[in-house]
């Protein structure tokens, strides 16, 4: 059949037409996305250089991101401990009800972040039950944070875990390395760059939180609030010149996190092979 | 024992961060029985709430499912100047902070912005309206499709579509028997995951509804205004049935995952 032989002799591109795909993707990219944080950085330089510099390092705006800052850097320690333990508990222990456990992890993924805001503030505000108050603390800031930060280092570790070949721990053991040394010397350094991706994504997420922190910290100023919550403010009171330069500054550190998350993939996937 | 040690401490972290809160407020729900949750999440506001929360999700879900796949399509398998730039601008919605999202759509549709005007000229409300809140969430929503699909895309390779072609099957064929039932866990995976941001946004929402009660308030919202209003009832029954729709998702989640890994 003459059609087929064309066929043959030119295969049509694969999928729909490329240019109506890759440009219809494109411009919804664009439209969704760029567009609105093309007018926010618009606005943040309508300010000028000194504008731009008056609204960050106003008091409040530094207090507020200085909190941010270390109060991420302080849930991204605890969930490369806690994060590791749990996925080591997940792959290498056994016990009943570890489906439930595992499918638990996800929780704070799929559970609207207000709602837990608001599951904290039940258990740990002012009415708890059980007599322990962070509200209005900086601890309550940690608190909310860890709550949402919760699946990303497990869940990077969990494979990597999964993977990881036994023959050379027990290699190691039998050539009387103690438990200790085994997961110090082979285990961990094969962990390493996933922990350090899950860090990443937990640290990244930490910097922009809102919803979880707004009901239990209070959003006391220069005590509790974070720059999500700063931002908020801002707008709210009529000054979005303000919201949109620490917006922009919250962004860039966001963007570099993400650059950094993308680094450490490709150093991880070389070591791999390598 | 290490062993029984390291369970011990992972359980407990989890129990005090996790469970004991969520269980906390299912029992304070359910404390007087189910006829004051009932009462709580039938009342008008609540209603219109967890409504406009729906409907934002089946316009926000179904656009960010078909463009996603596009997306990934075009990253996966398509050569175009600027792809690198797409393939880093799709997880920047990961990395942003809601309210930021929120103040970046103020600020090109609100009254001050570069289509405020315009819309403003037409009497088409963006801003404090329904079309705010659908780009809001369409925006924190859109890599997870892509994300999902990007990977199974790159391991089924072009063999298969290059068969159908040569055969000839025409594009749209390839695409419809070939490419999409290949693929179509990933994309059940990612709409689920899609679906439960959509319906938990907040920051982004908060910040472009201008929380008009019974009209631009979403069933998160509703939360908040509850609470601070000193509904606790109101606040808890609703914050309940959001967390079984969050549990919903995770039993879809764990009904999805298995079938992908074992393709």
């Known amino acids: 059949m003459a059609s087929n032989a064309a066929a043959v002799a030119a295969p049509r591109p694969l999928g729909v037409r490329a240019p109506v795909v890759q440009g219809l993707a494109t411009m919804y990219l664009g439209f969704v996305v760029l567009l609105p944080l093309a007018a926010l950085v618009w606005r943040s330089s309508r300010e000028g250089r000194h504008g731009f510099w008056q609204a960050v390092s106003a008091p409040e705006a530094v207090a507020a991101l200085k909190l941010t800052l270390v109060a991420a850097v302080v849930v991204a320690a605890i969930n490369a401990v806690m994060g590791t333990v749990l996925a080591w508990v997940l792959v290498r222990d056994r016990f009943v009800g570890r489906g439930v456990v595992n499918a638990l992890i996800d929780l704070p993924f799929a559970l609207p972040t207000i709602v837990a805001g608001l599951t904290l503030v039940a258990l740990y505000g002012p009415r708890s039950p059980v007599g322990i108050s962070a509200a209005y603390t900086r601890g309550a ?6 709550f949402v930060t919760l699946p990303f280092v497990v869940r990077t570790v969990q494979p990597t875990l999964l993977e990881l070949d036994r023959e050379m721990e027990e290699a190691a053991a039998s050539l009387g390395a103690g438990r200790l040394t085994v997961f110090r010397r082979i285990v961990l350094p094969n962990l390493v760059p996933a922990i350090l991706s899950g860090v990443a994504l937990a640290y990244a997420r930490a910097i922009g939180e809102f919803g979880s922190v707004v009901l239990i910290t209070g959003n006391l ?13 801002q707008i709210q009171s009529g000054a979005p010149g303000t919201a949109a330069a620490v917006s922009v500054l919250l962004l860039s550190i966001s963007l570099g996190v993400l650059l950094l998350i993308g680094a450490v993939r490709r150093w991880a996937w070389r070591h791999d092979v390598g | 024992m290490a062993r029984y040690a390291l369970r011990f401490a992972g359980l407990s972290y989890l129990a005090v961060l996790l469970v004991a809160p969520v269980g906390l407020v299912f029992w304070r729900t359910f404390e007087h029985g189910l006829a004051p949750v009932w009462h709580a ?35 996966v398998r398509r050569r175009f100047p600027g792809k690198g730039l797409v393939n880093a601008v799709v997880d920047l919605p990961l990395a942003l902070s809601p309210v930021v999202v929120g103040l970046a759509l103020l600020l090109l549709y609100g009254r001050l912005g570069w289509f405020g005007p315009f819309f403003e000229r037409h009497g088409i409300h963006v801003v404090f309206a329904l079309p705010s809140m659908i780009l809001a969430t369409i925006f924190v929503s859109l890599p997870f499709v892509v994300r999902e699909v990007v990977p199974v895309l790159r391991e089924i390779g072009t063999e298969q579509e290059q068969a159908a072609s040569t055969l000839g099957a025409s594009s749209l064929q390839t695409l419809v028997r070939i490419t ?38 979403t069933a998160t919202l509703y939360v908040q205004d509850q609470f601070e209003g000193f509904d606790l009832t109101g606040a808890y029954a609703a914050s309940v049935l959001l967390a079984l729709i969050a549990i919903a998702t995770l039993v879809a989640m764990n009904a999805f995952r298995p079938k992908e890994a074992t393709r």
């Open chain 1, 141 to 146: 800031v940690v608190l909310a944070l860890l």
């Open chain 1, 221 to 233: 100023p220069f005590k509790t609030e974070v720059s999500s919550v700063y931002i908020y403010g």
């Open chain 2, 41 to 75: 999440v039938t009342t008008h506001d609540a209603r219109h709430a967890f409504w406009l929360t729906i409907l934002i999700a089946l316009i926000a879900v179904p656009a960010n499912t078909v463009f996603g796949v596009g997306l990934a399509l075009a990253i």
């Open chain 2, 180 to 217: 999409l039932p290949a693929i179509r866990w990933a994309i059940a995976y990612g709409v689920v995951l899609t679906t439960a941001r959509c319906l938990g946004e907040f920051g982004a929402v908060s910040v472009v509804s201008g929380h008009l009660v019974g009209r631009t308030e």
